[in-house]
């Protein structure tokens, strides 16, 4: 999440991409762990989770051998529109 609170994607990329590329010259496989989109739905900040979580999802893609686990607490992604969106984008 950049300075003004909104994900920005090149600084996700950069941030998340260094952490994996530096793991993954020691294993084949990379677990992560988030718990931000999350943080960003408890605190009503809808339009930005939805953007993270695509910003994950768009990582995810690009990078097989990588899996994410997340901490979601279930009432956060039931809630409205976005929080569904959030929560049908992490199950596909």
């Not at 950049?2 to 994996?20: E, I, L, N, Y």
């Not at 718990?35 to 768009?58: F, I, Q, Y």
């Not at 051998?65 to 992490?90: A, I, K, P, T, W």
Request: net charge negative; hydrophobic share 30%.
């Amino acid at each position: 999440v950049d300075s003004d609170g909104r994900p920005d994607p090149g600084r996700f990329t950069r941030v998340v991409g260094d952490v994996v590329s530096e793991v993954e010259r020691k294993h084949s496989r990379v677990r992560l762990y988030g718990e931000m989109v999350d943080v960003l739905c408890s605190r009503g900040k809808n339009v930005e989770a939805e953007a993270l979580e695509s910003l994950w999802n768009h990582f995810l893609s690009l990078h097989s051998n990588c899996s994410l686990m997340c901490g979601y607490q279930s009432e956060n992604l039931s809630n409205d529109d976005h929080r569904s969106r959030v929560g049908h984008s992490h199950s596909e």
